[in-house]
């Protein structure tokens, strides 16, 4: 083992898992709907899903899943999302009410519909704080899509544009062992939600809302701190690593290991993401990776401060952050308040180039964004993808670290979202090359920017994007 890969294997005390690296693939968007349908209609014991939403109109994801549940009586069904996203479009159509008709059809026993609501909204600020924003305090945004024996890990929701003109990323993982664990995962943070069951008296919206007795502790919104204390009790253990029970097999050339950031559920927090990030990216301030490359992505850039420092303190000899374009974010052209999220994350992009300039790094760190087109006209794309990758130092095959999931690095996801992220590292040259090819397919579209560009009319920042970015800020929100 080279100095480097002990460098990076020593900062990686995690839960671990191991397999072989055939089993893992990343797919383009149609090929993976292809695939995820199929999986589905061969489905026997399990589906679970986990995601921020469900787009209301995805009659044909929820008919696939009818038609599976349907051919085997032994199959149950699990959904997890956010009650705020979940439910924002009350009474008209909405993700709960996409999902109450399955349960109708065959029953709670084999279809369960959870939807998490973050602790860190309740009383006034949940009164005043308009629909369209109040997402901003928290959120269910784990992305887990489970079938069977297999995983796959995603930033994306199931919607429309995710399987049509949204770029993310997809990777399958076969694996018994971690699909249990986020299985289990997933069960535990449903016991913390609130149960979504048909109703058809309630007005418009044909679903009723409740807090099981059956949960653990009580609902967030009537008792914050037991909800919290609760939660604690009922999480540490499941997201805090294990030895392994059986060495390593000699053949395995590739271990994942399971990341939870569960921070507004944690009294103290126990979450593994971000120190096991930390952990990494601290690893390329050593001599040993003066020759290692990154990539480092994220649709809305708004990276923790303390990566931010990390990347730019690394000794690594490229380093390259990709970013959405503000005509490929998805909240370009949005109303209201939405609206001004492109330009936010515009600044945000040109503070983070000023300090690489202020530090020396501009030769060696450069900032790139990705653009298909322009959001809301034909053939326009947004971008949503997220991740990390690490080359060690002359490897020509490809990254032999890369990070996925569904956390956006930001002080969002590490203060006020639930986020879960595997992290890959292998030493099987052919996965390798694919990381690498992956890496490739996102560059292809992008253009790198400098100070030169944020001075540009188009790319001013109004006095008002300032004064809202300070206002969300100052109420206890985050972009």
């Not at 109450?100 to 709670?108: Q, R, T």
């Not at 990390?388 to 990254?399: F, Q, S, V």
Request: net charge positive.
């Amino acid at each position: 083992m080279s100095p480097s890969e002990q460098v990076l294997n020593l900062c990686l005390n995690r839960h671990k898992l191991s397999f072989r690296s055939s089993y893992l693939g990343q797919h383009h968007y149609r090929a993976r709907q292809a695939i995820t349908t199929k999986k589905i209609l061969a489905a026997k014991k399990r589906i679970y899903l986990s995601t921020l939403y469900i787009g209301k109109t995805q009659h044909e994801l929820i008919d696939t899943i009818r038609i599976a549940l349907k051919a085997q009586p032994g199959l149950k069904v699990y959904f997890l999302t956010d009650a705020l996203r979940g439910t924002r479009e009350t009474p008209e159509p909405s993700c709960a009410s996409l999902l109450v008709p399955l349960i109708a059809e065959f029953g709670s026993d084999r279809v369960k519909v959870r939807m998490y609501h973050t602790p860190n909204l309740t009383g006034l600020r949940k009164k005043w704080i308009p629909k369209r924003i109040n997402e901003g305090w928290g959120l269910q945004h784990m992305k887990l899509y489970g079938i069977d024996d297999e995983i796959i890990l995603s930033g994306a929701n199931l919607s429309s544009d995710y399987f049509t003109n949204r770029q993310d990323r997809y990777h399958l993982f076969s694996s018994k062992e971690m699909t249990d664990y986020f299985e289990g995962l997933q069960k535990a943070v449903s016991s913390l939600s609130f149960r979504v069951l048909p109703d058809h008296n309630s007005e418009g919206g044909r679903y009723s809302f409740s807090w099981p007795d059956t949960n653990t502790g009580p609902s967030p919104l009537s008792n914050p701190s037991a909800f919290i204390e609760a939660a604690t009790s009922l999480l540490t253990p499941i997201i805090q690593p294990t030895p392994r029970s059986e060495p390593l097999s000699p053949s395995t050339d590739t271990s994942v290991y399971l990341l939870a950031q569960l921070t507004p559920l944690l009294r103290p927090d126990a979450s593994t993401e971000l120190p096991g990030l930390s952990s990494v990216l601290h690893s390329l301030s050593s001599p040993n990776m003066a020759c290692s490359k990154w990539m480092f992505t994220a649709g809305y850039f708004n990276i923790h401060p303390s990566l931010s420092s990390l990347l730019i303190a690394s000794k690594s000899e490229n380093g390259t952050v990709i970013t959405a374009s503000p005509w490929a974010n998805g909240f370009y052209g949005s109303s209201g308040v939405s609206g001004m999220l492109p330009a936010a994350y515009s600044l945000l992009s040109r503070r983070f180039l000023e300090r690489v300039q202020r530090t020396g790094r501009a030769s060696q760190i450069s900032l790139r964004e990705w653009r298909l087109g322009t959001v809301g006209e034909p053939g326009g794309w947004t971008y949503h993808a997220k991740g990390l990758w690490i080359t060690l130092p002359n490897d020509e095959a490809g990254p032999s670290l890369t990070l996925v999931g569904s956390s956006n690095y930001t002080k969002r996801s590490y203060e006020l979202d639930l986020e879960v992220n595997a992290m890959v590292v292998t030493k099987n040259e052919g996965l390798k090359n694919r990381l690498k090819e992956e890496q490739e397919w996102l560059l292809k579209e992008t253009k790198e920017v400098g100070i030169d560009d944020f001075a540009k009319t188009e790319r001013r920042v109004s006095i008002k994007v300032r004064l809202a970015m300070w206002i969300v800020s100052l109420v206890g929100g985050a972009l």
